[in-house]
């Protein structure tokens, strides 16, 4: 048989050589890597693998607990673009944010608006101040020394009855003038006020004098409403002391007793309803005087706009009256002291002590009077940016007068109720 080239033997293929697959198997017992009968050698040392780049740590196999954080991790900001991107800030224009407002928002709007034009605002404000303050400064002093010479049976023996009466009269007739004249001056005062400030939610400013055109049209709509609010809250008082009136003359003293607590709780009552009447109609001035409402069309527009925030309206509201109270007393009082002491003193006037009281009356004021018209007008503004979308009105018209570069006069008309996005509620 030839040893040629076979299929099954290839070309190369010698009896020497033995096949690939016939090869014996190696001894279990043999170390791995050298051939049967010879000893074991260690592979060669390998060498460390290179240390990982700046920043990484040490590796960490597959179940391995991660490494700690580096010292500081956490201290500093996410890099830009990292998480989701924060809200869009609100336009502010002028005074207040173009959004749905908080209590914070409707506070600082108003300290804003009396700093944002401080010439006009405080200047008007004095103005009335003083006008309101003399009649009741004066009528005061004349009350304070009528009453010392009352509580004085020296000076009522030596002759001083009439004198005393005189001033009662004086003191009591001041106060009553000035009642009035305080009800015409803060009613002109709440009308530009709130002229000023329409104008400053975009960021514009208004002279006392062009103020005062803009809304001298709008003042007997103006008083209409005040007159209007005025007789709703005294109408139940009428009936109310006559009725008890009638009843406490024709009752025995055991009977008054009981009347009189009944008309305690009458009373309450009362108070109870002007707080709720007060309270829907708070916004009737600045429809009047932005949205160019008639008196009664303003009432219905308060009530309206009040609608199911009362109690929110109410609260803010008087949070902002015991504030101005008390802002108001701490500035008076120092003033009001100072006379008092006066009336006791040899070198007391009347005079000296009216310029006393009309000059603590009047730096109250001029602070006060500001501060609540410009509650009243922001919390306005913020019923009809949550009731009536009118955020997005004042947006829109803001974004163009920061386009052109200034707020035109136009701009007063967008508080009327048409230019209103429709009934949205938040």
């Given at each position: 048989?030839?040893?040629?080239?076979?299929?099954?033997?290839?070309?190369?293929?010698?009896?020497?050589?033995?096949?690939?697959?016939?090869?014996?198997?190696?001894?279990?017992?043999?170390?791995?890597?050298?051939?049967?009968?010879?000893?074991?050698?260690?592979?060669?040392?390998?060498?460390?693998?290179?240390?990982?780049?700046?920043?990484?740590?040490?590796?960490?196999?597959?179940?391995?607990?991660?490494?700690?954080?580096?010292?500081?991790?956490?201290?500093?900001?996410?890099?830009?673009?990292?998480?989701?991107?924060?809200?869009?800030?609100?336009?502010?224009?002028?005074?207040?944010?173009?959004?749905?407002?908080?209590?914070?928002?409707?506070?600082?709007?108003?300290?804003?608006f009396i700093r944002s034009n401080p010439k006009a605002i405080l200047g008007l404000?004095?103005?009335?101040?003083?006008?309101?303050?003399?009649?009741?400064a004066v009528g005061e002093s004349f009350l304070v020394t009528a009453l010392t010479?009352?509580?004085?049976?020296?000076?009522?023996?030596?002759?001083?009855?009439?004198?005393?009466?005189?001033?009662?009269?004086?003191?009591?007739?001041?106060?009553?003038?000035?009642?009035?004249?305080?009800?015409?001056?803060?009613?002109?005062?709440?009308?530009?006020?709130?002229?000023?400030?329409?104008?400053?939610?975009?960021?514009?400013?208004?002279?006392?004098?062009?103020?005062?055109?803009?809304?001298?049209?709008?003042?007997?709509?103006?008083?209409?409403?005040?007159?209007?609010?005025?007789?709703?809250?005294?109408?139940?008082?009428?009936?109310?002391?006559?009725?008890?009136?009638?009843?406490?003359?024709?009752?025995?003293?055991?009977?008054?007793?009981?009347?009189?607590?009944?008309?305690?709780?009458?009373?309450?009552?009362?108070?109870?309803?002007?707080?709720?009447?007060?309270?829907?109609?708070?916004?009737?001035?600045?429809?009047?005087?932005?949205?160019?409402?008639?008196?009664?069309?303003?009432?219905?527009?308060?009530?309206?706009?009040?609608?199911?925030?009362?109690?929110?309206?109410?609260?803010?509201?008087?949070?902002?009256?015991?504030?101005?109270?008390?802002?108001?007393?701490?500035?008076?009082?120092?003033?009001?002291?100072?006379?008092?002491?006066?009336?006791?003193?040899?070198?007391?006037?009347?005079?000296?002590?009216?310029?006393?009281?009309?000059?603590?009356?009047?730096?109250?004021?001029?602070?006060?009077?500001?501060?609540?018209?410009a509650v009243s007008a922001i919390l306005y503004t913020d019923r009809r940016m949550?009731?009536?979308?009118?955020?997005?009105?004042?947006?829109?018209?803001?974004?163009?007068?920061?386009?052109?570069?200034?707020?035109?006069?136009?701009?007063?008309?967008?508080?009327?109720?048409?230019?209103?996005?429709?009934?949205?509620?938040?």
């Amino acid at each position: 048989m030839s040893d040629g080239p076979t299929p099954e033997r290839p070309p190369g293929w010698s009896a020497q050589q033995p096949p690939p697959y016939g090869a014996p198997q190696a001894s279990p017992w043999t170390a791995p890597g050298g051939a049967s009968g010879q000893p074991y050698a260690p592979p060669p040392p390998q060498p460390p693998p290179p240390p990982p780049p700046p920043g990484h740590g040490p590796y960490q196999g597959h179940g391995a607990p991660p490494p700690p954080p580096p010292p500081g991790y956490g201290a500093h900001p996410p890099p830009p673009g990292y998480g989701y991107p924060p809200p869009p800030q609100a336009l502010r224009p002028g005074i207040i944010p173009l959004r749905p407002l908080g209590l914070g928002d409707i506070l600082d709007g108003s300290f804003k608006f009396i700093r944002s034009n401080p010439k006009a605002i405080l200047g008007l404000s004095a103005l009335a101040a003083v006008i309101v303050s003399v009649p009741a400064a004066v009528g005061e002093s004349f009350l304070v020394t009528a009453l010392t010479d009352v509580s004085d049976p020296g000076a009522l023996r030596n002759g001083g009855l009439a004198g005393a009466v005189e001033g009662l009269i004086a003191g009591y007739g001041g106060l009553l003038i000035s009642s009035v004249i305080a009800f015409v001056v803060t009613t002109i005062l709440t009308g530009v006020l709130t002229r000023i400030l329409g104008r400053s939610v975009f960021g514009g400013r208004l002279g006392p004098a062009e103020a005062w055109r803009l809304v001298k049209g709008r003042m007997p709509a103006l008083f209409g409403v005040v007159l209007l609010t005025g007789l709703i809250m005294i109408a139940p008082l009428i009936p109310i002391f006559v009725i008890f009136g009638l009843l406490i003359a024709n009752a025995d003293r055991g009977n008054a007793i009981g009347l009189v607590g009944i008309l305690i709780l009458v009373m309450i009552a009362y108070l109870l309803y002007a707080v709720f009447f007060s309270t829907r109609f708070s916004f009737a001035a600045p429809a009047v005087v932005l949205e160019g409402s008639r008196p009664v069309a303003a009432m219905r527009r308060s009530w309206q706009l009040v609608g199911g925030q009362f109690w929110r309206v109410l609260g803010i509201t008087l949070l902002t009256g015991i504030l101005a109270y008390l802002v108001s007393m701490a500035i008076k009082v120092p003033f009001n002291v100072v006379a008092q002491l006066l009336q006791f003193g040899e070198s007391g006037t009347v005079v000296l002590t009216a310029a006393l009281l009309a000059i603590g009356a009047t730096v109250a004021s001029m602070i006060v009077y500001p501060f609540q018209a410009a509650v009243s007008a922001i919390l306005y503004t913020d019923r009809r940016m949550r009731e009536e979308a009118f955020d997005l009105v004042l947006q829109t018209a803001a974004i163009e007068q920061q386009r052109q570069g200034w707020v035109h006069v136009s701009a007063d008309d967008l508080w009327h109720p048409s230019n209103s996005a429709g009934p949205w509620h938040r």
